[in-house]
């Protein structure tokens, strides 16, 4: 992987889970469009696609005990460049697991809490200070459509989804007087790698699922709103939402 430059011209944007999925698309729509991206992920063993301008960061976002060292250890190994010109972070990571809540171990349930929300809040708390610091940029929240109404065998990540978005809300009102804009997309059925292990998906039409793409875009257009105007959230949703029952899929 290449290491970022420090050429202020180019917007360099932090991503984590930028692994796969959401934010592997986002990652490469960035450098195609010449920007810098640092990628935050548990796993880049699978992304062979070496781009200039772009640095993988090995973290497990899941491990609450040490995740704040490594997140201030992240922005002092590279302290120069995230000084200088940290345009925004996208708070993207996150994963499911569905069944109802007694089928949920203590354990399970804490641990869908410690990944779809509170590790959001870290990351926010790591690096809301270099962006206050600098009087502008972009904080990005990746929320999901179980906010919005709730979804069946999804109450604890439903729950955490809804957390984060009363987070994002919080957040566009208090960082506004330090110049950052705080945002949340809200995807519905994305086909993604997110339902690996899992007893449904979406349906095999175009329209039963959006594309990562698509996400990605309507993250660059917040990104690229203009200076003072903010957009808050957006929310996105196939077409025709069809979902598939089976047997869980392996991952690869």
Known sequence: MSKVDNNPERRLVLITGASRGIGQALSLKLLDAGDRVIGIGRDFSHWSL??????????????LDTLPQRLSQVAGDHRPWVDNGLDAVISNAGAGRFGHLEQSSPHQIRASVDLNLTQHI?????????????????????????????????????????????????????????????????????????????????????????????????????????PGTVVDEINLSPLKKVIRFGPPTVQS
């Open 122 to 226: 870290l990351v926010a708390r790591s690096f809301l200070p270099l962006l206050k610091r600098r009087g502008r940029g972009d904080l990005i929240f990746m929320g999901s459509e179980t906010a919005l109404s709730g979804g069946i065998k999804g109450a604890v990540y439903s729950a955490c989804k809804s957390a984060l978005r009363g987070l994002a809300h919080s957040l566009r009102q208090e960082c506004a007087a330090a110049g950052v804009r705080v945002g949340i997309v809200n995807p519905g059925l994305v086909r993604t790698s997110f339902f690996e292990g899992l007893a449904f998906r979406p349906g095999e039409a175009s329209e039963n699922a959006i594309a990562p793409d698509a996400v990605a875009d309507a993250i660059i257009a917040m990104l690229d709103a203009p």
């Open 50 to 63: 070496p781009r200039a301008g772009f640095e993988a960061v090995t973290v497990d976002l899941a491990d």
